[in-house]
């Protein structure tokens, strides 16, 4: 099997909306490439994937939703490969990006088309005819910055409570998260899952959960014990308990299931500017 991935990371002026920029194809699948199920674990971002050949069987543009449970599946030998690109959004910036509550995506593959009307389509075609993967992520670059100027944003009180919940790596108790916002807890999980898609309790265990896998797969040295508290857990057994939730695999397991994905090949990344990124530096 051939395989092209590569990863973005944006504009610092995008960090706010969007984590990075990850994209990769393949020509057919060789039965002896993975036998065991594939999974990806769980997150709390909304992918936007571009689905770039007739073939697949989603849209061109398409979501699945914010990602708050493993996916898994195995592998079909013989069956080719899509080219792909996707956006991972934070919820705050999906909202802003899509233009409606978050939790209207969870749970389907929406066709985000539909959604974005010609500028999704517009989007669609143009991340389809660049030829190489720096242009494609200056493309999908240039639209985050025009989108980002123009579409709505959530409630001061659930940006600021997602906010929290992110600097403080999800070790924060809600009752506190709610009085630093001036909002009740039912008042503040009501707006927050309605408009992000999730509680801010399940938001603050994503969150916990993905810094401790981020760790673990990028080589962390010490025991599982050390990673338990370190991240949030009270010791391994909790940790194992997050990971059979959310990733559907035990810690010592998961790194040899993971779907290859040029999202975790962090010493490939790159960043880089566009023009649209540097007009709007120099504004």
């Known amino acids: 099997m051939q395989t092209s991935n590569?990863?973005?990371?944006?504009?610092?002026?995008?960090?706010?909306?969007?984590?990075?920029?990850?994209?990769?194809?393949?020509?057919?699948?060789?039965?002896?490439?993975?036998?065991?199920?594939?999974?990806?674990?769980?997150?709390?971002?909304?992918p936007l994937i571009f689905s770039f050949d007739t073939f697949d069987r989603h849209p061109v543009l398409w979501s699945p939703g914010l990602?708050?449970?493993?996916?898994?599946?195995r592998p079909k030998p013989g069956v080719a490969e899509p080219m792909w690109a996707c956006i991972n959004l934070t919820p705050?910036?999906?909202?802003?990006?899509?233009?409606?509550?978050?939790?209207?995506?969870g749970g389907y593959t929406t066709d985000l088309e539909a959604v974005l009307g010609a500028v999704g389509s517009d989007l669609a075609a143009a991340v389809g005819e660049a030829d190489d993967?720096?242009?494609?992520?200056?493309?999908?670059?240039?639209?985050?910055?025009?989108?980002?100027?123009?579409?709505?944003?959530?409630?001061?009180?659930?940006?600021?409570?997602w906010r929290r919940l992110t600097v403080t790596g999800g070790r924060i108790r809600i009752e506190t998260l709610a009085a630093a916002?001036?909002?009740s807890r039912k008042h503040l999980a009501k707006?927050?899952?309605?408009?992000?898609?999730?509680?801010?309790?399940?938001?603050?265990?994503?969150?916990?959960?993905?810094?401790?896998?981020?760790?673990?797969?990028?080589?962390?040295?010490g025991t599982l014990a050390d990673l338990a508290a370190e991240t949030g857990y009270s010791d391994h057994a909790h940790l194992s308990r997050a990971f059979a939730e959310f990733a559907g695999a035990a810690p010592s397991e998961i790194t040899a299931r993971l779907l290859p994905c040029a999202c975790m090949a962090a010493k490939k990344?790159?960043?880089?500017?566009?023009?649209?990124?540097?007009?709007?530096n120099r504004a």
């Open 6 to 46: 590569c990863a973005g990371v944006p504009h610092p002026r995008l960090r706010h909306i969007v984590d990075k920029y990850c994209g990769g194809s393949a020509s057919v699948r060789s039965a002896t490439v993975r036998s065991s199920p594939w999974l990806v674990p769980a997150r709390a971002r909304v």
């Open 67 to 73: 990602q708050a449970t493993y996916v898994t599946g």
């Open 92 to 105: 705050v910036g999906a909202y802003r990006l899509l233009g409606l509550p978050i939790a209207e995506l």
């Open 133 to 161: 993967w720096r242009r494609r992520f200056a493309v999908i670059e240039s639209f985050l910055f025009a989108r980002a100027e123009d579409g709505p944003s959530p409630a001061p009180e659930v940006v600021e409570a």
């Open 181 to 183: 916002v001036g909002w």
């Open 191 to 221: 707006r927050f899952a309605a408009q992000l898609g999730q509680s801010p309790q399940t938001m603050a265990r994503l969150i916990r959960f993905r810094t401790a896998f981020s760790r673990l797969i990028d080589g962390y040295p």
């Open 269 to 280: 990344r790159h960043s880089f500017k566009n023009a649209a990124a540097d007009r709007v």
